[in-house]
């Protein structure tokens, strides 16, 4: 019971605790859609915060699990916008800050509504769906995606150097 209760100020509370500033160089965020108040711009607050106190910037990683179905049905193999997904309640805020994000096959389907149509004919218009969905968290600022796909194995993409410059740990 406790997500239901846990806040961001809490835990910027218990990193602040941990040590000096510089003292260490990563976060690994998980679950934001299980946290009620850890999402949009507090998890965006949260993020910057904690970036300012890792060594050369540190590494943020949000790990996703608990993606909810969509109140609204997607068209099938229609994708979100990119402002839809920016302005996402609960990491659209913090998607800017995010250096790795990692997500499963079901989660990306969930918050891009891609479409994949996983047939042995399929696989490449799989990936093509899968890259394009993708493209929607580089565009967010995004530094990583990995997209974890069970036995089918993963896909994982990267941003432009531009990106990769304002996280010199990554």
Known sequence: ASNDKFTTEQLM???QGLSHKGAYGGLLFGYPHLLPHMQGQSLARFFQQTRSMMADGGII???LNGVPKPD???MAGALRSLSDLRN?????????HVDILHMNEDEL?????CRILDTVDSQ???????AKAVELFLQCG????????GGKG????????GRFEQSPSL
């Open 13 to 15: 509370e218990m990193v």
């Open 61 to 63: 990683a949000l790990d």
């Open 72 to 74: 609204s049905i997607v």
């Open 88 to 96: 996402d309640s609960v990491i659209g805020p913090a998607l800017q």
């Open 109 to 113: 389907i969930l918050l891009t509504g």
């Open 124 to 130: 490449e218009e799989d990936k093509f769906a899968i």
């Open 142 to 149: 995004v530094g990583v995606v990995a997209v974890t796909r």
């Open 154 to 161: 993963s896909y994982v993409a990267c941003n432009g150097d």
